[in-house]
């Protein structure tokens, strides 16, 4: 069993004051495989001090000395890809290539913002004056369990290249992962201060870097509920923020899509990362008069979909992070049967020899109405909800109702069709024919999916203030 007992703090592994200890469990077989001992207010006090007194002078450093620091975080997080993912296979449950795939976006965020310093632009001319993008000061980034150092990575490679430095709670639940990222960035040799990584609780740690009037933003990655918590408790210091929250994505199936190829891909985009992504593409939308050939089709695509332990050949769904977790997408199944829809494939209850751990039947849902709640709350789990439309225009308002808006999905056979579509949907991204990623392009949601951007410039711009110099 790994028993972890320190923070990082100052540039240095230190033992936390807190005491709280915690238990890591192999969501698998419930089996106990690590102990972290969590950070307290004291401890989130101390790291804020020690990035408040590192912003003095990494604000004032160069774009090309930036640009080494994201080199060598790359360089040290890439060599651990293959160590994290075991981490994120044994702790999370991810299936292996989810586990490598997440895992080495995490150390490509360091390289892609430094492709995006090599053209962005400090200061310029509007009008008459000089305007100057300056660092907003410190960071606090609280991310979620669901892809851990990828959310840890992105949003610190953010940071450095805006010249900010960070405090980072990570979820408790992923601290043997935290702890392979802490080694990997303190082998990258940054100044002192410039980030600190506290295991805590989200109402100890988090609540702390929310309410501090030194932390100048939040970045937060994780629930629509608890994103806005943190955007009311942000109010008091006028923190800016960032909130990436969840999603009740619409996958739109137009009536001349292929349906031999649109089936498996819209299967895929909902069981994503076991189901428990922000961008599942839970709501599938589908012509009313093909629906017999769609139930076909999904029910022959999830009965070929691999559930079981993440390192065994072949699996794409593994188990649920936590028994809560579990037990809540039981409830919503349930709750689905309970509405009146019908049960395609799946159901209740575990897969068959997998009674262990939190595993989940893939599931579909037909008769889905979208005033029901399975269509319209978070499900978080390989819960699909099959809708039907009549028109293309009953279909975008269909997609659209939803208090959501973080991503969606359009497959057609016509491009301009499914670009037309596209651009009527309230959606931070569409993907249209595809289930590709731009780390370049803007992510973040419209409605309840969010506030503000991550990735790219967009992303980059987030964490800096313009100043304007009139003479």
């Known amino acids: 069993m790994k028993r972890i007992d320190h923070i990082y703090s100052n540039g240095a592994f230190q033992k936390p004051h807190g005491q709280e200890k915690f238990d890591l469990i192999n969501p698998s077989d419930q089996t106990l495989i690590g102990q972290v001992i969590l950070g ?33 975080l790359h360089d040290a997080v890439l060599k651990r890809v293959g160590d994290l993912t075991e981490a994120t ?59 851990n150092a990828a959310f840890i990575c992105n949003k610190l490679a953010t940071a450095i ?56 933003k939040i970045s937060f990655t994780g629930s629509t509920a608890v994103g806005k918590a943190i955007a009311r408790g942000a109010v008091d210091t006028l923190k800016r923020v960032t909130l990436e929250l969840g999603g009740k994505s619409p996958n739109i199936l137009l009536d001349d899509a292929d349906l031999t190829k649109a089936i498996p891909m819209a299967v895929a985009a909902c069981f994503i990362n076991s189901g428990q992504a922000c961008i599942a593409g839970s709501r599938l939308l589908v012509p009313e008069a093909q629906l017999e050939t769609v139930k076909e089709l999904v029910k022959k695509a999830i009965a070929a979909v691999q559930t079981g332990p993440p390192s065994r050949e072949g699996v794409s769904v593994g188990p649920l992070a936590t028994v809560r977790q579990y ?34 039947k893939p599931t579909a849902f037909v008769n889905v109405t979208n005033t029901m709640r399975i269509a319209r709350e978070e499900i978080f789990g390989p819960v699909l909800c099959i809708i039907t439309y009549k028109t293309e225009a009953e279909a975008i308002t269909i997609a659209n109702d939803t208090d959501y808006g973080l991503q969606a999905y359009v497959s057609s056979e016509n491009s301009e069709r499914a670009h037309r579509v596209a651009g009527q949907l309230v959606a931070g991204r569409v993907l249209v024919n595809c289930l590709n990623h731009d780390p370049m392009a803007p992510f973040g949601g419209f409605k309840q999916s969010g506030l503000g951007r991550e990735y790219g410039v967009f992303g980059l711009e987030e964490y800096l203030e313009p100043k304007t110099i009139i003479v």
């Open 327 to 360: 037990e809540r997408v039981q409830e919503y199944i349930q709750l689905g049967i309970d509405e009146g829809a019908e049960v395609l494939i799946g159901g209740t209850g575990h897969p068959e020899g997998l009674e262990a751990g939190n595993f989940v």
């Open 89 to 147: 296979m044994l702790e999370y449950g991810a299936p292996r290539d989810r586990a490598y795939g997440s895992n080495l976006m995490a150390a490509e965020s360091f390289l892609n913002y430094k492709k995006v310093l090599e053209d962005f632009d400090f200061s310029r001319t509007v009008g008459t004056s000089q305007v100057i993008m300056e660092p907003l000061g410190v960071v606090g980034i609280i991310t979620p369990w669901n892809a």
């Open 161 to 216: 290249a805006a010249g900010c430095t960070a405090v980072i709670k990570p979820s408790e639940l992923s601290a043997l992962q935290t702890q392979i990222v802490i080694e990997c960035l303190h082998e990258a040799g940054l100044p002192a201060g410039v980030f600190s990584i506290i295991n805590g609780r989200g109402d100890v740690v988090g609540a702390e870097l929310t309410r501090h009037p030194d932390i100048a």
């Open 40 to 72: 307290d207010v004291t401890d989130t006090r101390e790291a804020i001090a020690a990035a408040k007194a590192a912003f003095t002078t990494f604000s004032k450093t160069t774009v090309p000395e930036r640009m080494d620091y994201l080199q060598r």
